[in-house]
């Protein structure tokens, strides 16, 4: 039995109840790298000197990829992003198509997406990969669902995350492929992830319904792992879910679905 993907796992979903320098620690104890979301909402030199490897953090605060004053926004607040996660030594930075509130909706919903709506994106990602370039960090889009979890969001499917990074195509912003969201939004997983493989920057993933750890659910993840290792990926797993009972025991059945 081998475990040839890197398992990180998000420390924001997990010990609600505990602070987040005991969650760092007991997951690197454990054996994981770390994901967490908004790096204003922790103690940054906690962050820093928590022996965690850091595996993903959301990589803006404010700002949007298709207009221009959202753009001019997501760019300044990715650019303080990129210096935190430096500092961090983060590993990749998350966007989305536009900010999330609170219980993860869009700050700016939008039914209808334009064709100079996806132009301007396209150029607002472009300017991401400039920065990414210039401070030696790699961006990712993460794909969302509509139907559940964050209506709204523009550029939320898999194929418009997919479409925006395919036709940039630089190193610099990778696709952040969340499953979870997929099997809700689209389905048919492994598919999509031999797409996806290319560009792929980090695979992050959660059982449906529930959004719990593998195993808990309709997704066959020992069968998404083998496929992926199939094809040739190696990168990071996040698994970015709520643990069903004991954490410790949520973490033990992501690393058996990732373990060939």
Not at 77 to 103: F, Q, Y
Not at 107 to 130: F, H, Q, S, Y
Not at 176 to 198: F, M, S, T
């Amino acid at each position: 039995m081998t475990e040839p993907f890197v398992l990180s796992a998000c420390a924001e979903t997990l010990w609600p109840d505990r602070p987040m320098e005991w969650r760092l620690r007991q997951l690197t104890e454990l054996g994981f790298q770390v994901g967490i979301w908004g790096w204003q909402a922790h103690d940054l030199a906690m962050l820093e000197k928590s022996g965690a490897v850091f595996s993903s953090m959301t990589g803006y605060v404010h700002g949007r990829l298709a207009d221009d004053k959202g753009a001019d926004e997501l760019l300044a607040s990715a650019r303080r992003s990129a210096e935190i996660g430096k500092r961090l030594n983060v590993a990749r930075l998350n966007l989305h198509g536009t900010g999330l509130g609170e219980g993860g909706r869009p700050v700016t919903p939008c039914e209808i997406v334009t064709g100079a709506m996806w132009l301007k994106a396209r150029d607002t990602l472009n300017r991401i990969a400039d920065l990414g370039a210039e401070r030696g960090v790699t961006f990712m889009l993460e794909n969302l669902n509509l139907p559940l979890d964050h209506p709204g969001v523009p550029f939320a499917r898999v194929e418009d995350t997919l479409a925006l990074v395919s036709s940039i195509n630089r190193p610099e912003l990778r696709l952040n492929l969340d499953l979870y969201h997929v099997q809700i939004g689209e389905g048919n997983l492994i598919a999509w992830c031999r797409k996806c493989q290319p560009w792929i920057g980090e695979v992050q993933v959660a059982d449906v319904p529930g959004r719990m750890e593998p195993g808990t659910g309709e997704i066959n993840y020992p069968g998404v792992a083998r496929a992926l290792f199939e094809m040739g990926y190696r990168g990071p797993i996040c698994m970015e879910a709520f643990a069903s009972g004991d954490p410790a025991a949520a973490l033990a059945a992501f690393r058996a679905a990732f373990t060939l």
